[in-house]
């Protein structure tokens, strides 16, 4: 609301936003924040509003997601990648107005369970969105928006398990390097 009512700082988000040269990473409130002002980022209009998690909780654990292919500039390179990653929210369900507007948006994570299968319901997907869609993309990649904390987890210790060939790098790492690249 502090954006959306001051015409100022909205124009200022939109002038940022809209910038090809910049880019932008909403996690969890931040994936709250910018899926509120989808008409400030340009190729976000499909964009969902996150609504309460339908197990009526807050989820806080490590939950199975899938990158999907999506022109995101932090998840460049990692489609088909099946990650541990944190949760940790009571409002990620995502909630698509109209429903149509689910076939149009871009989707760039979902989660999945142990089988890679898409999860639908709880406790493979905490928030019970659709199609366990739990990050999104605009259409040029620049800004995404994301349920899960990849943050919480980039280094492999802060996993309850890992292969033993990650070395100190969780693969979650790559967003952060991926971004850096996109810089130059």
Known sequence: ASIRY???????????????????????????MMAALTD??????AWPSLERNRSEQYEARLALVEVLESPSLFLRGMAGSRIPVAVAHGEGRAQFDPPAAQAEVTACLRFVDGHGQTALNHPHNPNGSPAGLTGFTNADGRVTILMPHPERVFRSVQMSWRPPGWGEDSPWMRMFRNARAWLG
């Open 6 to 32: 001051r015409p100022q700082l909205a124009g200022q988000f939109a002038e940022f936003l809209a910038d090809r040269g910049r880019f932008a990473l909403g996690v969890c409130n931040g994936c709250q």
């Open 40 to 45: 400030l980022v340009p190729g976000a209009a």
